[in-house]
């Protein structure tokens, strides 16, 4: 059975905050997996690891830059049932602004990702990327979730076009919470780089993350992936 996205939501947390919470409309089924990526809005911030309310244990997948614009991503399996909340602070308990973005698949085979990459600091130009040049590979039945964010700052970068095979999850233009776009794409090709085109060139940081099938090669536990949030700070 082919990964897929059972249900996908964001966080637009505009005002500095120093826990962000976040709640899917429905609970996140037992044994699920969870996916949460951070753009950050606010400089000088390191993001603690996310924690749940019910007993995901999140890991670190990839990050990409670091202070406003920086990219986290994190990913866990869900032991409870029922379950809906999740919480995001920030080391030395400072507030921050910015994007959550959150997904939950089905099928996966497990919380730990197949591959992942990140592309930080990217030169600015019309086409920033989510993965270095090489790219990532998509197998068949499986997916690629990735996010491009402007590096430094939260000026817009204009209009997007979606890369090829890419399903746009969340876009925003803000000059509060800043640039920031998420996408996914279930067609299995290699070198798979999640490059856009922007309007408004800016440099900007990219991450991707892949991942396979049950019985695909991904880590063990979950055959359930849920698309959770997207965060980014002003």
Known sequence: ??????????????????????????????????????????????????????????????????????????????????????????SGSLTAAGVFQAYELTAMDGATATSSDASPGQTSGPNPRMTTASGLTIPSGGILIGAISTAGLNASYGTVTDPANFTRDFNTVSGTIGSFYAANSTAAASGVTGTVTIATQRSCNGLAAVWSPSGGGGGGGSTTFRNLLTLGAG
């Open 1 to 90: 059975m082919a990964v897929s996205i059972v249900q996908e939501s964001e966080l637009q947390q505009t005002s500095a905050a120093g826990t962000w919470t976040f709640n899917f409309a429905s609970a996140v089924t037992q044994n699920n997996v969870v996916v949460l990526i951070l753009r950050l809005a606010t400089t000088g911030r390191t993001p603690n690891v996310p924690t749940s309310t019910g007993s995901a244990t999140f890991v670190q997948v990839t990050t990409s830059g670091t202070g406003v614009g920086g990219l986290w991503m994190w990913s866990a399996t869900e032991a409870n049932s029922g379950n809906t909340e999740y919480k995001l602070t920030f």
